[in-house]
């Protein structure tokens, strides 16, 4: 793939066994859109879980925390799309990015079974176009991009009751993690989280993991650690201020957690400007 597409725009089509855990945190400056083929899994994308099945996609926005974690003993197969501001700035011009990005705002989409070959046919001209690289690849990729948002938009339009509710422990941990992402500049605790999902704080901590792949102290600081990178490049406010806010009383101990999370100290990655 030539430099522009392979920084800009990506699809890949891959199935995994039952036992596939997604070991890296998913958090990337581009969107996503991911459509299960087969099998069932959780996505849990900030603080909101979503059950996924065959057929379903959830459009994912850049800077979204998120993980997935299957939910059957069986292989499951999915693609995924990879695109950036940059390679959709000529939707953006013609529809304006809000309406754009329309799908991104309410992102679970079921569709429908007398639609599926389509997406199926627009997906596999993708990935054709991705692979062959000639002069018309970039364009007809923009083309086919802009056609699926096109259409995932006005999926969203006509879908009502399509949208798999969430069992009631699922829906405990929902509620735990919005509590977390709103709670985040406080020295909020494990026994906290605990109470807004009506768990022991053992049986708690078992759960959060099983059921979002991220650990209870894990997904505390990845929410802190969001907000702190936002503040490093959009304000000058000291880092010690910063590390206040984002709820961490002891500054040397909030470098250490950003450097072992994003990989260089505060002060380097708001001088390169959140460029690693």
Known sequence: MNNVLENQFSISQVKRNANFDMKETHVHPYYEIYYLLSGRCRIFINHTIYILGKGDIIAIEKGALHKSTYMEDKSHERIVINFTDQFAKPFYEEFGRELALKCFQNPHMTIPVSRREYVDNLMQKMEYESMIQDMFSERLLKNHLY?????????????????????????????????????????????????????????????????????????????????????????????????????????????????????????LYRKHKGMM
Do not use: W
């Not at 709820?247 to 909030?254: E, K, L, Q, V, W």
């Open 147 to 267: 056609e699926l948002l096109i259409f995932l938009i006005r999926c969203q339009e006509f879908q009502y009751d399509a949208i798999e509710e969430l069992d009631p422990g699922d829906a405990a941990i929902q509620k735990a993690a919005k509590y977390i992402c709103m709670n985040f500049h406080t020295p909020v605790t494990l026994a906290d989280a605990a109470r807004q999902a009506n768990m022991s704080p053992s049986f708690f901590s078992r759960k959060f993991k099983r059921t979002t792949g991220f650990g209870f102290k894990e997904y505390l600081n990845h929410i802190r650690l969001k907000e702190a990178s936002a503040l490093l490049l959009e304000t000058n406010d000291s880092i010690t201020d910063i590390a206040l806010r984002c709820g961490y009383n002891d500054s040397n101990y909030f470098g250490d957690v950003f450097k072992k999370m994003k990989g260089m100290p505060p002060y």
